[in-house]
């Protein structure tokens, strides 16, 4: 299942905080600016893997371990995939996952082994380790 994307302007902001937090990846003014803007999006995408009744996020292995790989935009999740190297065909299917259930869907994963979440990569590839996300969110919404 895919869904429309957010608007390009709105794409634009999130990619100009995800820039601030690379520049300093510390400031909590940015870390809160740019994960509140992603947990305001309406859904997040992921590509789908397995069989089509019962689909599971992509997983893949980065330096930080097994992460999920999300995106903010069903276009972004085609480029992701295509880096990936997976075929045209598996970055075409699709989980979108309205918000805020997709918080604690995703964070169901740390238990099969999932250490965080990872958006829109390559381009932006800003992450947070699964076992803090229910946490950021509480704390950004609170």
Do not use: C, H
Not at 107 to 114: C, H, I, K, L, P
């Amino acid at each position: 299942m895919t869904a429309s994307a957010p608007s390009p302007a709105r794409l634009a902001g999130i990619d100009r905080l995800a820039e601030r937090l690379r520049a300093d990846p510390s400031d909590p003014a940015a870390i809160a600016a740019l994960w509140g803007a992603v947990l305001r999006l309406d859904r997040w995408t992921f590509i789908a893997r397995g069989p089509a009744e019962s689909p599971s996020p992509y997983v893949a292995r980065l330096r930080s371990g097994p992460m999920l790989f999300a995106f903010t935009s069903p276009e972004r999740a085609v480029i992701g995939a295509r880096n990936a190297n997976l075929t045209q065909e598996e970055a075409a299917r699709q989980m979108s996952v309205p918000l805020p259930r997709a918080v604690d869907w995703a964070a169901s994963y740390a238990s099969r082994g999932v250490t965080g979440i990872v958006f829109d990569t390559p381009a932006q590839s800003y992450w947070v380790p699964l076992a803090n996300l229910k946490g950021l969110r509480e704390r950004l919404q609170g």
